[in-house]
């Protein structure tokens, strides 16, 4: 993901063309157990982001995430808004007034985003929620401390394979509660899209 507040911005932008080009799939992952709205607004609230970023020159990595956070937080509806609005937002209130970034900060930055996406949504793992991949994402995070890159890749990759464990679970919380064990079978569109950012930053971190 970079170092500066540039850096950081470009790998917004970068996720931002990464949830338009999966909208659809995240359209239809919801629509099997939620409103069907998760891909909509996720897309809508990022191209928010994006004319936000362009009518303003954020100094630092944190003031780039709070826009973020402010941005999703207002444009964005059902659940997706307060969640990722609150994950970027603990994110920038860890990060402070660093100009740059390394591990320590990207670390603590995805620590604090999962505690805040636990304390809105009081999701626990295996509730199938997006929970299911931030979480062992964190983890894998903390035990690869060689660079940002190898931080982001290994943050991803668990995310990939936590948001695939939902697949079987009963969900516990949200929408997709509602159906009981017909849950079951169906992937997290939460957790899909959570692996989705992951991945963004990760390949903009390595430079792809």
Partial sequence: MGCTADDVAKAVRAIAAVVEEHRVELIQLDRAIGD???GENLDRGFKAVLSKLDE???DTPAAVLKIVATTLISKVGGAAGPLYGTAFLRAA??????AELAVAEVTEALRAALGG????GKAELGDKTMVDALDPAVRAAEKEQGSVA???SAAADAAATGAESTVPLVARKGRASYLGERSAGHLDPGARSTALLLRSLADSAAGS
């Fill in 93 to 98: 209130t860890a990060l402070g007034s660093a």
């Fill in 150 to 152: 190898a931080l982001l």
């Fill in 36 to 38: 069907g709205d998760h």
């Fill in 56 to 58: 303003s020159t954020p």
């Fill in 117 to 120: 996406v636990v304390a809105r």
